[in-house]
């Protein structure tokens, strides 16, 4: 058998390989010291290979073609970020002017607000100098209406002349009080006046207090006597307070008592300012007449009298007692201020009545009117005693009086001194 050198059949399978494009596995070779040598050739990957040569020229155009489009697809994309950021910056001017704009509307508004708190506070100065102006037009008018009855009044009063001046540097201080109207002394102050100029009937007459600048109409008793050791002295009372019958109600308000109210012919209370007026232009003495539901009649008298103005709450001054009952008054009521029922004092609420009240009273004669003497509380509100009381009389609260009167007059009075 002939042997065939293994070279020879390695070049041979090389041949066909190359030919033919078979893979042949593996390749034996005998070594000349008689060993075998194996040879063996990797094949190509199939996918590293193009077996068609036109399929693959149609990938890469159009990986080619895609990847253009990729391109254009970023050129587009940076085309559209600019926009937007141009957008964006356009937007941020419009918030940066809206933001100006909302500043100036808030100074705009603050300024407004100003503005309109500024017209509040003129507006409430004007309606304040509007209710001055109102206030100061409703007192001329008022100043013209005492007038008009003043001379009513010194028509009717002929021994009565009042001049009507203006003010000038030249007046004393007392005549600066009461610029609006200077009376010269010959117009009577109170009713002993009227007395020493020889009126002896009891009646309505005009006086002029002298710290007053208008006249006032009072209730003049000409009759009632004050006998002393010494001497007795009738008449020149002015009167200031009288209780007859409950005709009138004296559950009244601190106006009412101010300005007074009533009849002057029947009940009434003349008003703390024209009391006030006249117990302070001199020294005056109180005189009070009692009378209860049996006719028994009593009186007492005190020395010293007098009310301050409003601004001390018309406070009481009275002393000096004497009379015919035991003293109710003084020593109780001395230096208290004078209340009403809508003053906030609950004696005044209790008493239905205005008075100088002290815890509460001792003595009342702006009480209710209640008849037959003994009574029992019938107001609303609180209770306890509320009637005309002069507690020495039956010493009690509950026993209230038929009639009641308070008069006043110069604590010099003599009758001897009249014509």
């Not at 007459?205 to 600048?213: E, K, M, Q, R």
């Not at 005190?302 to 002393?319: G, P």
């Not at 009574?375 to 509320?386: I, R, S, V």
Request: glycine share 6%; proline share 4%.
């Amino acid at each position: 058998m002939e042997k065939t050198p293994w070279p020879d059949m390695g070049r041979e399978w090389g041949r066909r390989w190359s030919v033919t494009g078979e893979e042949p596995a593996e390749l034996h070779m005998m070594m000349e010291n008689g060993m075998c040598r194996l040879v063996a050739t990797l094949p190509q990957l199939d996918e590293q290979r193009c077996p068609d040569m036109f399929r693959c020229t149609d990938e890469v155009s159009y990986w080619l073609h895609e990847n253009e489009d990729r391109k254009q697809q970023i050129v587009t994309l940076k085309e559209t970020i600019s926009e937007l950021q141009e957008e964006l910056r356009n937007h941020r001017h419009r918030i940066k002017v809206l933001e100006l704009q909302s500043e100036e509307r808030n100074h705009l508004n603050i300024s407004l607000e100003q503005r309109f708190h500024e017209l509040e506070v003129h507006y409430a100065e004007a309606t304040t100098l509007l209710h001055l102006q109102g206030t100061l037009i409703l007192d001329l008018q008022n100043q013209l209406h005492n007038l008009t009855l003043l001379m009513d009044k010194v028509k009717r009063s002929p021994e009565c002349f009042i001049n009507i001046v203006r003010p000038n540097p030249l007046m004393s201080a007392q005549e600066a009080l009461h610029p609006d109207i200077q009376h010269v002394r010959n117009c009577p102050i109170d009713c002993a006046s009227i007395y020493y100029n020889g009126v002896r009937r009891s009646g309505l007459y005009t006086v002029v207090p002298s710290l007053a600048s208008m006249p006032v109409e009072v209730y003049c008793d000409m009759d009632t006597d004050v006998r002393c050791l010494l001497f007795a002295s009738g008449g020149g009372w002015t009167v200031i307070q009288r209780r007859v019958d409950g005709s009138v109600s004296f559950d009244r308000s601190w106006r009412d008592y101010k300005d007074g109210f009533g009849d002057l012919h029947s009940e009434f209370w003349l008003g703390n300012e024209h009391i006030h007026d006249l117990s302070t232009q001199g020294d005056y003495s109180l005189r009070i007449h009692l009378e209860d539901w049996s006719n028994k009649h009593k009186h007492a008298l005190y020395q010293s009298f007098s009310v301050d103005d409003e601004e001390h709450q018309y406070r009481l001054h009275v002393s000096g007692f004497s009379g015919t009952v035991q003293d109710s008054f003084s020593w109780y009521h001395d230096k208290q201020g004078f209340s009403t029922p809508d003053s906030g004092n609950i004696c005044a609420e209790i008493s239905h009545g205005g008075w100088w009240y002290n815890q509460c009273f001792y003595a009342n004669l702006n009480g209710v009117y209640y008849r037959g003497g003994h009574y029992t509380p019938k107001g609303q509100g609180p209770l306890g005693p509320d009637g005309i009381v002069w507690y020495t009389w039956r010493d009690s609260d509950y026993y209230s009086l038929r009639k009641v009167s308070m008069m006043i007059r110069p604590r010099s009075f003599r009758s001897r001194l009249s014509p």
